[in-house]
């Protein structure tokens, strides 16, 4: 069952990423993964300073002005704020994580010594819990059977950090035969970089060249105010930026799972260049989709975080449409092939 589905070029890139531990500041193992499929690929992947990834395609001259696309390589994850006495660890949110979106679930620690502990997300006793609406960070332990001596010899100190096991993140496939749901912990964003990575492998088998010198960018610490992109738009200056990010459906927002690739046009930070939105837009048509559109004061990305550092200029933003976001993320099985098409065809018709 769902073969069709599991198939799927986009999808079997993203399994791959997300098998990666990749939490905000650790994230050495993804970008290495990613430059050995772009090295798979035909290209010559760079690795900036920063720890970012940077794939260049040369453009036919059609115009001077380079675009850059951008998906981000962290995740969010916990942090460890103070080892106890007894060997149990105080955690905080690393990103943009909510304490019941991360549940009692295992989890595993990123040691010094590039290897990880096992662990388990503890929120006490649910007996003395009856009653409680909520619950906060210094509720949260994890428990690991090892004492704190223990602990340190294995390399786990306060600043290191944990995401969930690799074994309970999927994907998993699920629902009507004829138009499935997928379920992941998270697509944010290692879905952007598997479609990054698609259209990269799409575009040295057509042989297609875009309009413009293009940088498809794969970039860490999104989740932390961007600071991947920052420093990469410092040094590159691409003349328009986008990110290749999830299309989050927001409490209260009309966009749904059926309804086709959403695209902010803005933020907490800043608002989308029209230009853009019309390219965008444009692009969509050519392959028959209708977008969806969303504003929020809740969140950002890393266009509208280098727009306002000042490193770029023109910024557009489509997404993979999700819902649930920053917990085990759904989307529709048909959106792999959906935001494939438009995305290819955005790189395929853009002239900045």
């Not at 198939?7 to 993964?33: C, H, Q, W, Y």
């Not at 090295?39 to 380079?66: A, H, I, Q, T």
């Not at 997300?121 to 619950?135: A, K, L, P």
């Not at 059977?145 to 690799?166: F, N, Y």
Request: proline share 3%; glycine share 10%.
């Amino acid at each position: 069952m769902y073969e069709n589905v599991y198939n799927n070029e986009t999808l079997k890139i993203f399994t791959d990423l997300l098998s990666v531990p990749s939490p905000t500041g650790r994230e050495e193992l993804m970008a290495a993964k990613i430059m050995e499929y772009a090295k798979k690929f035909g290209y010559e992947p760079e690795l900036d300073y920063s720890g970012n990834v940077l794939v260049r395609v040369k453009g036919n001259g059609k115009s001077k002005f380079v675009t850059m696309t951008a998906s981000h390589i962290d995740e969010i994850g916990l942090v460890i704020t103070n080892i106890e006495k007894d060997g149990k660890l105080k955690v905080h949110k690393l990103g943009g994580m909510l304490p019941w979106k991360i549940g009692e679930r295992p989890v595993m620690i990123l040691t010094d010594k590039r290897d990880y502990v096992t662990g388990i997300v503890s929120f006490g006793s649910g007996h003395t819990m009856v009653g409680m609406n909520t619950v906060d960070w210094n509720m949260v332990r994890l428990e690991t059977g090892l004492s704190a001596e223990q602990l340190k010899e294995r390399g786990v100190r306060v600043g290191s950090v944990a995401v969930p096991l690799r074994e309970h993140v999927g994907p998993i496939v699920f629902g009507d035969e004829m138009d499935p749901m997928i379920g992941a912990w998270t697509y944010d964003d290692r879905m952007g970089c598997a479609f990054q990575l698609s259209i990269l492998k799409a575009m040295k088998e057509d042989g297609v060249v875009p309009n413009c010198d293009w940088l498809f960018a794969f970039v860490k610490q999104e989740e932390v105010k961007g600071n991947g992109i920052k420093p990469l738009t410092f040094t590159e200056k691409p003349d328009v930026l986008i990110t290749i990010d999830g299309g989050a459906i927001f409490h209260g927002s009309d966009m749904t799972l059926d309804g086709g690739c959403g695209m902010l046009t803005k933020d907490k930070l800043a608002d989308y260049s029209f230009d853009v939105i019309l390219a965008i837009q444009e692009a969509a048509k050519a392959v028959g989709q209708e977008l969806q559109y969303g504003v929020t004061d809740a969140a950002y990305t890393d266009a509208s975080l280098a727009i306002q550092a000042g490193t770029v200029k023109r910024i557009g933003h489509f997404g993979y449409t999700k819902a649930n976001s920053h917990g085990f993320e759904l989307m529709k099985a048909s959106m792999l092939t959906q935001y494939f098409e438009l995305f290819y065809s955005f790189v395929k018709t853009f002239v900045p």
